[in-house]
């Protein structure tokens, strides 16, 4: 299936400090294409499998692919640049989080916003039967408090995407505690996709010190194309410059 407008991966050549980007689940790139741009470094922004077509396309994959995919970017990064930050939204922040645990000293740090602990609610505990009886359920995409934004999204959201959802951030958590990098998290104070008990349940379990929290206090789950956009690119990039300073020569310029 062709890949729907706008849904594209996006990579920039740019400096030797590289930046992995994750979207987010049903999502695609063009949740995060702003952020990307902004950087001016050297940028990584995969389309995830199974995503930015249609659903149907989506059923067919579960978490491995999805983790796989930015594994191979974030090997790819390192072996261009000198030093690599993961980032994400939502599951994407999650992916993050697991490419730090298992990549230790390869990640110099870690940008997550609104990121994804769990599966919420009773139909959670239901999808290992229920994904075999019912196709689809409501999406997603698109919480966003500014008027006029949207995400390219899906607007089903495949059953047994959802269960391998559940199944790898089950998995993460226990994982968590091998987070040792610095930790920008960004979240939402209103978040009509994950609660914040997700991010308390991230911070109180990586092994991380050097840790900042930041509250959204404008914007809904899809932060970067939201209200508060503009505040999660300058931290973020800040965060990366003061880990890496020669960010300051070579994507302040960009970001302006």
Same mark, same amino acid.
């Given at each position: 299936?062709?890949?729907?407008?706008?849904?594209?991966?996006?990579?920039?050549?740019?400096?030797?400090?590289?930046?992995?980007?994750?979207?987010?689940?049903?999502?695609?790139?063009?949740?995060?294409? #702003?952020?990307?741009?902004? &950087?001016? @470094?050297? /940028?990584? !922004?995969?389309? $995830?499998? *199974?995503?930015?077509?249609?659903?149907?396309?989506?059923?067919?994959?579960?978490?491995?692919?999805?983790?796989?995919?930015?594994?191979?970017?974030?090997?790819?990064?390192?072996?261009?640049?000198?030093?690599?930050?993961?980032?994400?939204?939502?599951?994407?922040?999650?992916?993050?989080?697991?490419?730090?645990?298992?990549?230790?000293?390869?990640?110099?740090?870690?940008?997550?916003?609104?990121?994804?602990?769990?599966?919420?609610?009773?139909?959670?505990?239901?999808?290992?039967?229920?994904?075999?009886?019912?196709?689809?359920?409501?999406?997603?995409?698109?919480?966003?408090?500014?008027?006029?934004?949207?995400?390219?999204?899906?607007?089903?959201? #495949?059953?047994?995407?959802? &269960?391998? @959802?559940? /199944?790898? !951030?089950?998995? $993460?958590? *226990?994982?968590?505690?091998?987070?040792?990098?610095?930790?920008?998290?960004?979240?939402?104070?209103?978040?009509?996709?994950?609660?914040?008990?997700?991010?308390?349940?991230?911070?109180?379990?990586?092994?991380?010190?050097?840790?900042?929290?930041?509250?959204?206090?404008?914007?809904?789950?899809?932060?970067?194309?939201?209200?508060?956009?503009?505040?999660?690119?300058?931290?973020?990039?800040?965060?990366?410059?003061?880990?890496?300073?020669?960010?300051?020569?070579?994507?302040t310029a960009a970001v302006g």
């Amino acid at each position: 299936m062709p890949v729907l407008p706008g849904a594209e991966p996006y990579r920039h050549d740019g400096g030797e400090v590289g930046v992995l980007l994750c979207h987010g689940f049903t999502g695609s790139p063009q949740s995060l294409r #702003p952020w990307a741009e902004r &950087h001016g @470094l050297t /940028v990584s !922004l995969p389309l $995830l499998p *199974g995503h930015g077509t249609r659903w149907e396309d989506m059923q067919l994959t579960g978490w491995q692919d999805w983790y796989a995919e930015v594994d191979r970017e974030l090997r790819l990064l390192s072996d261009r640049c000198s030093r690599v930050f993961v980032a994400g939204l939502s599951m994407g922040g999650a992916l993050a989080l697991r490419l730090a645990a298992r990549h230790g000293e390869r990640v110099a740090g870690v940008v997550a916003v609104n990121p994804a602990n769990r599966v919420h609610g009773l139909s959670a505990y239901a999808l290992p039967v229920a994904r075999h009886l019912v196709r689809t359920t409501k999406g997603i995409a698109s919480d966003i408090a500014k008027e006029g934004a949207a995400e390219l999204g899906y607007d089903r959201v #495949p059953l047994h995407a959802a &269960h391998s @959802l559940r /199944v790898f !951030l089950r998995r $993460l958590d *226990g994982e968590l505690p091998q987070v040792t990098q610095p930790l920008l998290l960004l979240r939402s104070a209103q978040d009509h996709v994950v609660p914040a008990a997700d991010s308390a349940r991230v911070l109180s379990r990586v092994s991380s010190t050097d840790v900042t929290e930041l509250v959204l206090e404008h914007s809904y789950h899809v932060a970067t194309l939201d209200e508060d956009a503009d505040r999660v690119f300058e931290e973020s990039l800040a965060f990366i410059g003061r880990l890496a300073p020669s960010v300051g020569k070579e994507g302040t310029a960009a970001v302006g």
